[in-house]
């Protein structure tokens, strides 16, 4: 029997994105379902009851919540082709720090940038280049952060790409003359397909950015 998978997503989630990336780069076939988050669907309730937030990937009617979860379930499901992960085990928790590290550290501090006022964006615009650069640290001078070919690392880090202009735009700065390899990274990152179709378009996710901040009175 063909496996049925169902994604329930949103499109400008940087962490949806990460789960369609992996879908796109191990060749699976999905239905995929845009929530309304304001609004929540009765399946996203009954799949995600605990935390109610997308991404959620139902598996043959068996739900797994939480991005980097989901894209290391994928990766083992379908172990077969396109591998995320490294085979070596320290390898593999090497890559597995890393993004825990993006999923600690990025995410806040976009936030402070986006949808602070005045003075207090200052401390996360400081913020922002101290954790890239670290990240450029990591990168060096390989092309993708497992090495030579794209991986785990990553399509964690990736999405959050789509929102550069965003970032840029509100926080009054510009990313490449700050971490000129991670934009370089990026930029090559965006060569691949899997990657190239899933994000969204920056200016895109700027106006949803900006009806956020209008509706919350930071416009």
Not at 83 to 97: C, E, K, M, T
Not at 183 to 203: F, H, S
Request: proline letters at 6%; one cysteine or more; charged letters at 30%.
């Amino acid at each position: 029997m063909a496996d049925e998978v169902v994604l329930l997503d949103f499109w400008p989630s940087m962490f949806g994105m990460r789960v369609r990336i992996a879908l796109a780069e191990k060749g699976i076939k999905y239905e995929y379902k845009d929530e309304d988050l304001r609004n929540k669907s009765p399946l996203l309730l009954e799949m995600n009851p605990i935390h109610k937030k997308i991404p959620v990937l139902i598996h043959n009617g068996k739900p797994v919540c939480e991005s980097l979860i989901i894209v290391q379930y994928i990766d083992e499901v379908w172990k077969d082709r396109c591998p995320l992960l490294p085979i070596d085990p320290y390898q593999r928790a090497h890559s597995r720090f890393w993004a825990d590290f993006v999923d600690k550290k990025v995410i806040e501090v976009v936030r402070k940038i986006l949808f602070t006022k005045g003075e207090e964006k200052e401390p996360g615009k400081k913020e922002f280049f101290e954790i890239f650069k670290i990240l450029e640290g990591e990168l060096g001078d390989k092309p993708y952060f497992g090495g030579e070919t794209f991986g785990f690392v990553d399509l964690s880090l990736i999405p959050y790409y789509s929102w550069f202009h965003a970032i840029e735009t509100f926080g009054e700065f510009n990313i490449e003359a700050e971490c000129p390899k991670i934009v370089a990274w990026a930029k090559r990152c965006l060569q691949k397909e899997t990657v190239a179709k899933t994000l969204p378009d920056q200016k895109k996710v700027y106006e949803y950015v900006e009806q956020i901040r209008k509706r919350f009175g930071n416009g």
